[in-house]
């Protein structure tokens, strides 16, 4: 599903315009951000989590040139899914 | 503040504000928010929220694995599970404390490579550095030798100065000799110090071509700069020994007409132990021996003459010069003393100009002389050729 078929589905769920629809997710992830920059992660019961995380420096080597490099520290979004919906993942039939 | 999490409820707040929606319309909308994207995801598979990013359901295949505390093999079943991939933006939202860093190579062994060709550059450098110590070494050298034999020059010219005095009956003789030998030492001094520096260029010249070879050749840089350096001063206190004996002689000759004859013969013979030792102790250089004899043979034959007809006398016999020959050797052989010598040239001034002209090959006359000519024992004779050298 892609954003324009979720906004839609999405407008219909809360009875508003797909515009205001947009305003609002956009609103939810900007308080997510808000929570990311004060360290916090956000945590959607039943769903999941989403939360900032860092990653240590480390060294990695072109096997090729053999050159040594050095990647500097970052911090990513990870989103960690919750019991529940790990145990919702089993009931899907296998994609083989 | 920190690492907390944050719930639904916790979020309402911040949402209503940004909507202007009421708290209560935020949590339903909220709510609705997350129930889609579960809904959506398990359905589809895949959702993807602008702003945020794509979840994305991934199938991971069953494997094989160990139970490591058993060691049992053990099969992880097929399974789904939830990749997220965050939207560009909200990734350089979270990386915004790290945005400036970047990654930096790291050339460690490049850098340790021009390490070591810096430190052969340093030890080249540090070879060039020493070569100009030794070149300045050797200038020095070469500035104590030219003085000294200036020096040494002014004291002979001084001697010859005393000795005239003091001289009766050969004074008209012995002015000449003075001058001859004065200009004829003057070459001398110049020639040692062209000899000097010759041999300074030759060691400046193997001191380039080896400071550009490696580090293991320096040791032999050096033994070899250092011999080279102690056979010119070996070569310079020879010429200087050389130098001496032959004043004494000078001195003692021309005092001898006068002054009774112990002395001469005790100084003679010092002279000639002297010039023997030196002749022995080094290496028979031709062009600085035969230089040695300049100022002794100028004169000769004016003394010679009044004593001796050398053009008339008996040939011993007739020889033939071998290379690096001096008349001190043919007067060594055939008189027993090497002291003899002005006997051969007196009879061969026909043939050469100086007793330096020997050539290989050219002819030369021994002459026969009485028993009490070449008696090294005999004082009057030593002495003869002593004035004769003069």
Redesign the interface.
């Known amino acids: ?3 324009k ?2 906004i839609s ?2 407008s219909s ?2 009875e508003k315009t797909q515009k205001e629809a ?15 920059n ?13 939360e ?1 995380k860092r990653k240590e420096e480390r ?1 990695v080597k072109n096997p090729q040139t ?14 960690k ?1 919750s019991v529940m ?1 790990k145990e ?3 009931d ?1 039939p ?3 | 503040m920190n690492n907390e999490k944050l719930n639904i409820q916790d979020l309402i707040d911040s949402v209503a504000t940004k909507t202007g929606n009421t708290k209560k319309d935020s949590e339903f909308q909220l709510k609705e928010f997350v129930g889609l994207m579960h809904d959506a995801l398990l359905k589809d598979g895949i959702v993807k929220i602008k702003g945020l990013g794509t979840l994305k359901l991934q199938w991971n295949k069953s494997r094989k694995s160990v139970n490591i505390q058993t060691g049992e093999e053990i099969e992880i079943a097929g399974h789904y599970k939830i990749d997220f991939a965050p939207e560009n933006s909200l990734k350089d939202f979270a990386n915004q404390p790290f945005a400036h860093l970047e990654n930096t190579l790291l050339d460690i062994d490049e850098s340790q490579q021009k390490d070591l060709t810096d430190n052969t550059e340093e030890q080249i450098k540090l070879l060039s550095t020493q070569a100009l110590e030794i070149k300045s070494i050797l200038s020095d050298i070469n500035s104590i030798t030219e003085t000294s034999s200036s020096n040494e020059q002014e004291q002979e010219s001084s001697a010859e100065d005393t000795s005239e005095d003091t001289t009766t009956t050969q004074e008209i003789v012995s002015s000449p000799v003075d001058n001859t030998t004065l200009s004829s030492s003057n070459e001398e001094t110049k020639e040692s110090e062209e000899e000097i520096t010759e041999s300074a260029n030759e060691n400046e010249n193997i001191k380039e071509d080896k400071s550009s070879q490696k580090r293991s050749s320096n040791k032999w840089l050096w033994i070899l700069l250092l011999l080279l350096i102690a056979i010119g001063i070996g070569a310079y206190f020879y010429f200087f020994k050389w130098q001496t004996p032959c004043e004494k002689q000078e001195t003692t000759a021309k005092d001898s007409t006068q002054t009774d004859s112990f002395v001469i013969l005790e100084d003679s013979i010092q002279a000639i132990d002297v010039d023997t030792t030196a002749e022995y102790d080094e290496f028979y250089d031709e062009s600085e021996t035969t230089d040695e004899y300049t100022p002794e043979t100028v004169t000769e034959t004016d003394f010679c003459k009044d004593y001796f007809d050398f053009e008339n006398c008996e040939i011993l016999a007739e020889i033939e010069v071998a290379e690096g020959a001096r008349l001190a050797w043919y007067s060594t052989k055939y008189y027993g003393n090497r002291d003899f010598w002005p006997y051969i040239y007196a009879a061969n001034r026909d043939r050469m100009s100086s007793p330096n002209d020997l050539e290989k090959g050219q002819k030369l006359r021994i002459p026969k002389l009485p028993a009490e000519m070449t008696d090294a024992d005999n004082e009057d004779a030593v002495r003869w050729c002593k004035e004769c050298a003069e």
């Open positions: 599903m892609n954003y078929e979720f589905d999405y769920k809360i947009d305003s609002i997710v956009e609103a939810i992830i900007d308080s997510m951000k808000d929570a990311f004060s360290s916090n992660c956000v945590s959607f019961q039943g769903f999941g989590m989403f900032l060294i053999q050159q040594r490099m050095l990647i500097p520290p970052k911090q990513v979004v990870e989103f899914p919906l919702q993942l089993k899907i296998a994609s083989e």
